[in-house]
C-alpha cells in the first residue's frame, strides 16, 4: 500500500505542478498606488427625473393647474373628436361650473315666501347624479373610458348651458318678463344646448363601441336637456 501511495504521489505532483507554476512568480507591489474611480452606468439622466411638485412654490402649482382648465375651457369652445379632456382628467373644471349654477339657480322661485335654501343642493346633486348615471350607463355598454374620464368630460361641457345662465339673466334684468324676452332666451338656450350636447358627444363617441353610440348618447341628450330646461325656466324672486 504505502508503495503504490509512494508511486501515485509524484505521479499526481507532477499532474498538478503545470497549473499552479506560474502563481509563485506574481508579485503585488505595496508602493503602486491605486488610482481612478469606479463608475456604474444607470443609463441617461435628465433634470426632469428631479422635478417634483413638492419642491416648487403653491403659486406656480395653482398657475399651472388654472391653465389646464383653461386649455380644457378652449378644447370645449371648439369640439372636435379628440381627447383632449381624457388625456389629464381633472374635476376642477367641472365642480367650478357645477357650484356657478346651483348659485345663479338658486332663489328662483315661483313664491317669494318659501325659503329655497335647499335648491342649491338639489341643482347640485342633479348634476352630479345624471353625471354618474351616464357613465354608469356608458360602461355598461362596453365603453372604454375611465369613470373619472367620463364625470370630467360630462362636467367640462355644462360650461355652454352656464353661459346661457348667465345670457337669460342678463336678458331677464335688462328687458321685463314677456313674450320677447323668452324667445331671446329660448334661442340661447337651444343653442348652447345643442353646444353642449355636440362637444360632450365628439370627446364620448371614439370610446364607445359603434353599434351602441345612439344608446349612450340618448341619456346625455336627457342630462342636457333637464339642465336646460331648469335654466329656461328660471325666474327671479
Known amino acids: 500500500m504505502a508503495a503504490a501511495e509512494d508511486a501515485a504521489g509524484p505521479a499526481d505532483g507532477a499532474a498538478a505542478k503545470p497549473l499552479f507554476a506560474g502563481l509563485a512568480d506574481v508579485s503585488i507591489s505595496q508602493d503602486i498606488p491605486v488610482e481612478g474611480e469606479i463608475t456604474v452606468p444607470v443609463g441617461s439622466h435628465s433634470p426632469d427625473e428631479d422635478y417634483s411638485t413638492l419642491d416648487e412654490p403653491v403659486r406656480d402649482t395653482i398657475m399651472r393647474d388654472l391653465k389646464a382648465v383653461g386649455k380644457k375651457f378652449v378644447h370645449v369652445m371648439y369640439p372636435k373628436k379628440s381627447s383632449a379632456l381624457l388625456r389629464d382628467w381633472d374635476l376642477w373644471g367641472p365642480l367650478i361650473l357645477c357650484v356657478l349654477l346651483?348659485?345663479?339657480l338658486q332663489g328662483?322661485?315661483?313664491d317669494s315666501t318659501e325659503d329655497r335654501g335647499p335648491q342649491f343642493a338639489e341643482v347640485f346633486?342633479?348634476?352630479w347624479f345624471g353625471a354618474v348615471v351616464i357613465t354608469l350607463n356608458s360602461k355598461l355598454l362596453g365603453g372604454t373610458i375611465s369613470f373619472f374620464q367620463?364625470?370630467?368630460?360630462l362636467g367640462y361641457c355644462i360650461m355652454p348651458l352656464t353661459v346661457a345662465l348667465l345670457v337669460c339673466r342678463l336678458v331677464l334684468f335688462l328687458t321685463n318678463p314677456g313674450t320677447g324676452g323668452f324667445?331671446?332666451?329660448l334661442l340661447v338656450v337651444m343653442a348652447m344646448f345643442g353646444w353642449s350636447t355636440l362637444a360632450s358627444t365628439a370627446f364620448l363617441a371614439d370610446s364607445?363601441?359603434?353599434n351602441r353610440k345612439a344608446l349612450v348618447v340618448y341619456p346625455i341628450f336627457l342630462f342636457y336637456f333637464v339642465i336646460s330646461w331648469m335654466i329656461l325656466t328660471f325666474a327671479p324672486q
Not at 150 to 153: F, I, K, N
Open 102 to 104: 346651483a348659485l345663479m
Open 108 to 110: 328662483g322661485a315661483a
Open 125 to 127: 346633486v342633479i348634476i
Open 150 to 153: 367620463s364625470l370630467c368630460v
Open 183 to 185: 324667445i331671446v332666451r
Open 208 to 210: 364607445q363601441p359603434p
